[in-house]
């Protein structure tokens, strides 16, 4: 089964005054599938439209046209949510809660009992090393701290779809491998992941397949096996490429 | 159905949670018992009518103290749900935007109701001590109070939810809390025999729209009817304040469901 499926999705935003309205395109006709259990990694160029494609198959956003299917449904009908986890790139929480707290919330959200979400909250606490501080105020803690509570936030409901925007953004490089062996660990659960990075090295350790935006267009889809040489040559190789015949 | 009250619980209290610690509101809760406190001064300004002087200053600054409350939590949550994000990640999860609105207005009512609680009883702890006569009267006044913060929650709700950004939202509710104490001149003008027929609909809209404050002047009106209270005034003021709110409620909720995040 694919796990994400888009059809013909475009995205256009309006930006500017009542009186002088501009529109800026985002993403145009884009065709992708993830199948079931593959780790696919989002790559291009800041404003390539990355995070408007995760933004609607999130449905924190509505396309233009087309469609988006995730996990078979549409994902801006709030049950067909139990089965994803997100976590954002430089995850922000309210200030005054602790990450016991704050994890307990969500584990309330996924439909957990109270309990259940307590004990999930103190379990996910203690994978991501934040057990200690888990009555801390969320305010004291340092960004690459802000990011295991939201790596922690991914393990409550035992999701089948993980997407990850820029998971090791600001992660010391301790951390940020602690982050790539819990991908692994998803990955090895056969968890289906969609990772959105700069870090193309890190791409290629962990992805099956990649595809590259550039410009709302989705210029590559291929297996990660399949490329020859250093990743980060073969990306900007293909958006030359494609640059020069455009 | 279960579901659904279990979530809005837990927005709601999630939301009551962030409030009550927010440093900002608890500055503002020391500055209004200050104020409160510091109302037994303005007896002295109207001899011979010192204890109603006490109580209607009081009353007044818990009911701003009150508004204020309404507009900082809104505007403090909304601020880090929106500005910092925070919402990507809650409404990732299965919760509808109507439910998530709906939780945070029953947090905001809750807090605002603890708010509320505390300087009335400030209030009324004042009066024991100067001695001043508390009657029935106060305490339709503290439920008149209730009712215009659970309305201002409402509109204040709508706007910081469906306006481009929180500035425009919190100005909205402040003149929309400022014109509501004025609707009833509307009523005046709807009524008066002079009015032309075009202004008398234009008014006539305007009036429904807009919040009508005076319904909930409980005090004003055991005044006038001699120091009785009828009770049917209040479930009729309760009913318009609960429609009110509801109506601001929904749209907010559908608003927000078509807002792009």
Redesign the interface.
Known sequence: MDAIITKKLSKS?INGNFWARKKSVALINVDLTVKEKQVFGLLGLNGAGKTTLM?IM?????PTSGKALVLGKDIRE?????N???L?EM???????TPR??LT??G????LSNKESKDRAAEALQTVGLYKRADSKLREFSKGMLQRV?IA?LLLNDAKLF?LDEPTYGLDPLAAKEMRDIILGLKKRGKTILLNSHQINEVHKLCDRIGILHGGKLILDTPVSKIKGNMEDFFVRTVKKYERAD | MK?RI??IL??A??TF??CV??RILNVLLIFAAAMIGGSFLIRELAPGAEDRALIDTGLALTEIFGFLTVVLSLFI?SY?EFE???I?????????RG?FAAGKFAGICLTVTVNTLMMLSLLLLLARINSAAVNTSFIAAALGILLTLYVSAGFTMLFMLTATNLTTGTLFSVLFYLIGHLTQNLKTLIASPKTAAAVKFTASVFYYVLPDFAAFNFRDQIYLSGGVFHYPLLLKASAYGAFYALACLLIAGFAFSKK??
């Open positions: 935003y933004k999130l449905g924190l956003v509505s709030a049950s067909n949510r139990k994803i986890a997100y954002p995850p922000y929480f309210p200030r005054y809660l707290e704050i919330f969500y309330r959200l996924y439909e939201g936030s997407f | 579901e279990e979530k837990a927005v209290g999630n949670k962030e610690r927010h949550t880090e910092m994000r925070n990507w990640i809650t409404l990732t999860k299965p919760v509808s439910i792009e995040l």
